[in-house]
């Protein structure tokens, strides 16, 4: 089990490096082009560090998460034009990463790596209405600044169903017996792979499926369609018997 987790937090210090690689080139535009950014560019960085916000809360790796969600926060505002890209927003966004790349680089030790002044900062240009904080074109008195949009939901885990073993244990009355299935996820390595990068889960579900064989598989395509209307299904395995 350990050599799978360390797979996958490998998966994802490769998929936040990527981000960090494309996060530093914008936010140096941002330093130079002020208020002219091109909003794609803006747009860029906030899914960028969002999406190392989601990964890293997913490992519970919760240094980096405070940080970038900090961050996020920050350019949100910026992103919505209620936020003066002054030289304080870039200077604490430019200091942010580079702690941001301390700690995913070495992310075992990441949880030791000091980000409080980084965040503090952040969180003092959120909350002033001095040089870096007070929204644009605000008449006195001042009004608060629109709130953020709404993060878009996250999309549902996959559903996955495949037993890999088997193991009998006595039900809540004490006398039937369950059937324990544990689905092995290193089979499919491409629903894994976009469910560490999207911060969603995997889930087993077993069901004693009602009624005679006819009823067992309509009852079981229902469920399955119910299923797949609200998330991904990876594998199935329905056992029906034939007796009934």
């Known amino acids: ?45 906030f899914r960028s560090v969002h999406s190392i916000k989601g990964s890293a809360g997913f490992f519970g790796l919760s240094s980096i998460t405070k940080l970038s969600h900090t961050m996020e926060n920050l350019l949100g505002k910026v992103r919505e034009k ?51 904080g007070a929204p644009k074109a605000a008449p006195p008195p001042p009004k608060p600044a629109a709130p953020p949009p709404p993060e878009p939901e996250p999309e549902p885990a996959p559903v996955a169903h495949g037993p890999t073993t088997e193991e009998s244990a006595a039900g809540h009355d004490g006398k039937k017996a ?5 689905f092995d996820l290193q089979k499919y390595p491409d629903a894994l792979a976009e469910a ?17 064989k006819e009823e067992r598989i309509d009852f079981f395509n229902t469920t399955k369609s119910l299923m797949e209307s609200v998330g991904s299904i990876v594998a199935t395995d329905p056992h029906f018997s034939s007796n009934k």
């Open 196 to 212: 560490v990068t999207h911060g969603r889960r995997f889930f087993s579900i077993a069901m004693d499926l009602p009624g005679g």
């Open 82 to 132: 209620s936020m003066t890209i002054s030289p304080a927003v870039t200077d604490s966004l430019l200091s942010g990463l580079d702690k941001l790349q301390t700690m995913i680089h070495d992310v075992s030790a990441s949880e030791a790596v000091d980000a409080s002044e980084q965040i503090a900062t952040i969180q003092a240009i959120l909350e002033s209405s001095g040089v870096g």
């Open 1 to 45: 089990m350990a050599e799978e987790d360390d797979e996958l937090l490998g998966m994802f210090v490769q998929e936040a490096t990527e981000h960090l690689e494309t996060i530093e080139p914008d936010l140096l535009t941002l330093e130079e082009q002020g208020d002219n950014t091109d909003p794609e560019i803006i747009n860029r960085l």
């Open 178 to 182: 369950v059937t324990i299935k544990t």
